[in-house]
């Protein structure tokens, strides 16, 4: 397997480029195809996004985002948070961050100004993805491309918001969006995991929405995406750090038992640092089994917190079908014994 400070390499991203570019080819997938299309349209509308962004500077008054109301999804990697995201984005009154982000990258008024009028809430009638890609133009998603102008290109490990240019950068650029949409905004990414304690110290007035899946479906599901994508070589997903080294490890599925269990409990010493008005636990399985009970309890907290109402909320359907994926007995025998064999090292997290 490769460790992380090999990930860097040109090599490395050459190869990793053509492998994922044509198992998303062959994949037979149209969320998956999706993607392409937003390539296409990150291309053509670079001109208009540098436009807008000139514009911006000459005649936008810019304005701090203390009190930004925001909601950002996170959690563990193949949790579900994809498809949560995309429920609460399009059943709540939140305006997401995703596609349409990566094609305006630099302006952060003007084209959602023009597309605010555009945007419907609760239009979606699926919420499938493929491995965090989305189709619909203002889909939620990672939106790498966005957010990478402030965090970097590494995404696998989280930096940090250690510049504070950058931070006031990002700052600056999420309070344009909500002037211009008057909206709450609804982010999902997994790298800001690790960047809870920034995002809060930067936005107070944020709200973290934390999906946790049961772990062996988690580590399941990674050792499925690392083959999916990388072959049998490499770990796929957030790592807890840069020295997180999954060569130190037996296989894959040690490696990925561990990942899991150390960004578990990172993710919850950050929560600890969070007033508990500031964050809701979800349970994808509980979320699939119903929806609406998820959004009750979201509400309940935000309701008063960003003034949203019932009014405000699209109720959909009672449950939510998501797929199982590679229920293998001899794998899911070792994920079982690295769990056992790690969790004493973890007793806190595990609950």
């Not at 596609?99 to 699926?126: C, V």
Request: glycine share 6%; hydrophobic share 40%.
């Amino acid at each position: 397997m490769q460790h992380v400070n090999q990930r860097h390499g040109l090599s490395y991203r050459v190869r990793k480029f053509f492998f994922i570019f044509f198992t998303i080819l062959t994949s037979g997938n149209r969320s998956a195809w999706y993607v392409f299309w937003i390539k296409f349209l990150q291309v053509v509308c670079l001109p208009l996004d540098y436009l807008f962004f000139l514009m911006e500077k000459i005649f936008l008054k810019q304005q701090g985002g203390k009190d930004l109301p925001m909601v950002c999804v996170v959690g563990i990697h193949r949790t579900g948070s994809t498809m949560v995201s995309q429920f609460l984005a399009d059943t709540f009154p939140f305006f997401p961050i995703g596609n349409f982000s990566t094609l305006f990258r630099k302006s952060s008024f003007i084209p959602y100004r023009l597309a605010i009028p555009f945007y419907r809430q609760g239009r979606k009638k699926s919420y499938r993805n493929y491995y965090g890609i989305s189709t619909g133009l203002f889909a939620i998603g990672d939106a790498y491309e966005f957010w990478d102008q402030w965090l970097g290109r590494d995404h696998y490990t989280a930096g940090g918001l250690t510049d504070p240019s950058k931070a006031e950068s990002l700052k600056r650029h999420f309070a344009n969006i909500y002037r211009a949409c008057h909206r709450p905004l609804i982010t999902k990414n997994n790298r800001n995991s690790l960047m809870i304690d920034d995002f809060y110290r930067l936005f107070p007035n944020a709200f973290f929405i934390v999906v946790e899946r049961e772990a062996l479906s988690v580590i399941r599901s990674t050792v499925k995406a690392s083959r999916d994508f990388f072959g049998m070589g490499n770990l796929w997903g957030l790592l807890p750090d840069e020295m997180f080294d999954p060569d130190s490890f037996e296989n894959m599925q040690e490696a990925a038992t561990v990942q899991y269990l150390e960004l578990k409990r990172k993710i919850g010493v950050q929560l600890q640092n969070l007033p508990e008005e500031n964050y809701v636990k979800v349970s994808y399985e509980e979320f699939c089994r119903n929806p609406e009970h998820v959004q009750q309890h979201i509400l309940e907290k935000l309701g008063s917190k960003y003034g949203i109402s019932s009014r405000n909320v699209v109720f959909k359907d009672p449950s939510i079908s998501s797929s199982t994926r590679l229920e293998n007995s001899e794998v899911d025998e070792q994920i079982r014994y690295y769990l056992d064999k790690w969790t004493n090292l973890y007793p806190d997290h595990m609950a």
